[in-house]
């Protein structure tokens, strides 16, 4: 009897344990505020519900056995924007990872798609990938035998440069992996990826002294760029995985300030009228007010001629001065000189001779400037010498370009306006006659993605 009551009790301990790991089973799974050891989250690529366990590793690709790629089939991407803006480039993965499914896979080889020799400090310029349709900007680069040279662009002309890249103006949507071969020179190269027109994710490319394959995990982009910081980088095989070709990417304006500029107005007497202007101007509610200024004297290629102890003074190379000169006096600076009076200039100022042209068309990159065009209207070219390899013969891709008529937007009047280019008119930067240069903006190519800035005129306090 006792032996079977004591059977009876065991059995009725048993069953209370399975019940409590029922119920610990019920609450740690299916209470919402239960600590538990599966979460739920929502896939940014898919938009689907799928379980992870928190101590799961990434899977690891299943070893080919064929020497056909296996195809695994996903669902299609979607072309949504992202969660975040930050988390565009998702990070490096191996290039058996790639899942293609039913993306579209763009592959070209760089050097015979971006092929150009024209500009040996870099080229300029769109191509279409055939297959795709879509279309891409190249900008400061150079084709080699199989690859694409990036240029880094060690300018002296004392403005910053912008560096060199590649990029779809194409939008191509629902961007899941790019991968690449490339081949740096010592430092860093950055790959940009972005959408809805911003490129604001960047992963840096490690330095690697021979061809080296890259593949990145990306979070529905739909824009990339890759390009040079710092040093010259070589690229050879391009693969983009994506979903679908989009629309041109969309040009953006921005806002700036400036300084109406000083045009000297009385009698001008060389080596004589001078004229001080501003170079540093702080800027206040509605005003500004003058921090540094440089001072300007006024030179014809005769007076130099006859006192060529002032020829380092009268020779302007830089742009800020050949723009500060020519807006005060409304003259070129005694070293420059139409094509046919080079070889005059030249036995004066040798090798700080630059050639000035005159044009008045009003189609090319002047319709990207509000420039006015009144009866008789034209501008000017003067070169700069960007990269020391200047030569009358070998003009180079500097250049200021300089409106004796003004512009048209509110604010400018008849004053004297000048841009800069140090890319042959693929961009442009307007002076600000304050000593600085707007936001750099699309001319004659489709590379930075920006207008001709909104600019507002400030007065002096």
């Known amino acids: 009897m006792k032996k079977k009551l004591l059977s009876i009790v065991f059995l009725f301990l048993i069953a209370i344990v399975l019940q409590g790991c029922d119920a610990l089973y019920y609450f740690t799974t299916r209470d919402p505020n239960a600590t538990t050891t599966s979460v739920t989250k929502v896939n940014p690529i898919t938009d689907s519900t799928t379980t992870k366990n928190d101590n799961t590793t990434k899977p690891i690709a299943p070893t080919e056995t064929t020497t056909t790629k296996q195809v695994v089939p996903t669902v299609k991407p979607t ?31 760089c050097g015979t798609l971006f092929s150009n020799k024209q500009y040996a400090t870099g080229n300029y310029g769109s191509v279409t990938e055939s297959s795709s349709s879509v279309k891409f900007t190249y900008y400061r680069t150079c084709s080699l035998t199989s690859s694409l040279k990036l240029i880094h662009a060690n300018y002296q002309a004392g403005i910053d440069p912008l560096g060199s890249s590649i990029l779809n103006s194409h939008k191509m949507e629902g961007i899941q992996y790019i991968e690449f071969e490339y081949q740096t020179y010592g430092t860093e190269a950055h790959i940009m990826m972005g959408y809805d027109d911003h490129r604001e994710d960047e992963f840096v490319l490690a330095p690697s002294s021979s061809f080296t394959t890259i593949t990145l995990e990306v979070n529905n982009a739909n824009l990339f760029i890759i390009e040079e910081v710092d040093s010259d980088v070589q690229l050879r095989n391009l693969s983009v995985y994506y979903d679908a070709k989009g629309n041109y990417a969309t040009k953006k304006s921005s806002t700036d300030q400036r300084i109406n500029a000083i045009q000297y107005e009385g009698t001008l007497v060389p080596g004589e009228t001078k004229v001080e202007v501003p170079i ?26 006859s006192h060529p102890s002032v020829k380092s003074d009268a020779a302007m190379i830089y742009p800020i001065d050949v723009i500060n000169y020519y807006t005060i006096f409304g003259e070129f600076p005694a070293n420059y000189a139409f094509e046919s009076d080079v070889s005059t200039v030249s036995s004066v100022f040798g090798d700080d001779t630059r050639v000035v042209q005159e044009f008045s068309r009003t189609n090319g990159y002047v319709q990207y400037v509000p420039c006015a065009k009144p009866s008789g209207f034209c501008y000017y070219e003067l070169d700069i010498d960007v990269d020391g390899s200047y030569r009358t013969g070998k003009r180079g891709v500097g250049r200021v370009v300089v409106f004796g008529y003004g512009f048209t937007t509110n604010g400018y009047g008849s004053d004297r306006v000048a841009v800069y ?11 600000l ?7 750099r903006f699309d001319a004659e190519q489709y590379v930075t993605y920006k207008e001709h800035p909104s600019i507002e005129t400030i007065q002096k306090a």
Not at 289 to 300: Q, R, S
Not at 421 to 431: L, S
Not at 433 to 439: A, E, H, L, M, R
């Open 79 to 109: 072309t949504t924007k992202p969660v975040q803006n930050n988390d565009v480039i998702i990070g490096e993965i191996q290039s058996s990872e790639i899942v293609e499914g039913n993306l579209t896979v763009m592959s070209v080889n």
């Open 280 to 305: 540093k101007v702080q800027y206040g509610n509605d005003s500004y007010t003058v921090v540094e200024t440089k001072e300007y004297t006024y030179y014809t290629f005769e007076y130099v001629q």
């Open 421 to 431: 280019t140090d890319d042959h008119y693929a961009t442009f930067q307007e002076y």
């Open 433 to 439: 006659n304050d000593g600085t240069f707007s936001i």
